[in-house]
């Protein structure tokens, strides 16, 4: 939608109003600030409507993309416009956990339709006790394991290519895809 003319938008502050009496009568004036007043209502309309198209829930879609630029999200075309802007909406929340187990299952859930698990740390092991031995040296993998969702259907590559945006870049992680929630979902 072009906000730069919009038929019949009437200006809330006609400019031949404004005039000076002597030109009130005049016609030549009045029809020159009507053609002004044309030019301007979007301009007055958009600049009254200002936090309207800044709140993504309610901003025109052209703008929900140059808002997900503002805070660094991606914008998918692909996705429904109603994601879009769930996207830009949870954007700190999610750039927030980022690097972690619930970051990344929340980014698969978001921006994938999918359910997630994340089993391992990462390589990360430590001991409460001062003084004891070293533990045992830990595996070091994540596994993220997938399953359909919102989508009746996992895309394994995208999978990869957000699991790989989004976990720490020291730690090798491993997707795998299942045909439904793990049996141990309950643990």
């Known amino acids: ?4 003319a ?21 016609d030549f004036a009045q029809r020159f600030t009507a053609g002004l007043d044309t030019v301007l209502a979007p301009v007055f309309s958009t600049l009254d409507n200002l936090s ?8 025109p879609a052209d703008f929900v993309a140059w808002l997900a630029s503002w805070v ?14 769930e996207a830009v909406v949870r954007a700190v929340e999610l750039h927030r956990r980022r690097g972690t187990r ?17 089993l391992g ?3 990360a092991a430590w001991s409460r006790t001062p003084g004891t031995p070293l533990p045992a040296a830990p595996a070091g993998e994540v596994l993220v394991r997938v399953w359909p969702g919102r989508e009746p259907v996992v895309d ?6 957000t699991v790989r945006a ?18 141990d979902e309950g643990r």
């Open 1 to 4: 939608m072009s906000r730069a």
């Open 6 to 26: 919009v038929p019949g938008l009437p200006s809330r502050h006609p400019i031949g109003g404004l005039l000076p009496a002597l030109y009130a009568d005049d």
């Open 52 to 59: 309207a198209y800044l709140d993504p829930r309610v901003a």
């Open 72 to 85: 660094g999200t991606a914008d998918d075309p692909r996705w429904p416009a109603e994601l879009r802007r």
């Open 102 to 118: 619930r970051g990344l299952v929340e980014r698969l859930r978001l921006t994938l339709g999918v359910e997630a698990d994340v």
């Open 121 to 123: 740390d990462g390589g």
């Open 156 to 161: 394994a590559d995208r999978v990869r290519e």
């Open 166 to 183: 989004h976990c720490p870049v020291h730690v090798p992680c491993r997707v795998e895809v299942l045909s439904g929630p793990p049996a």
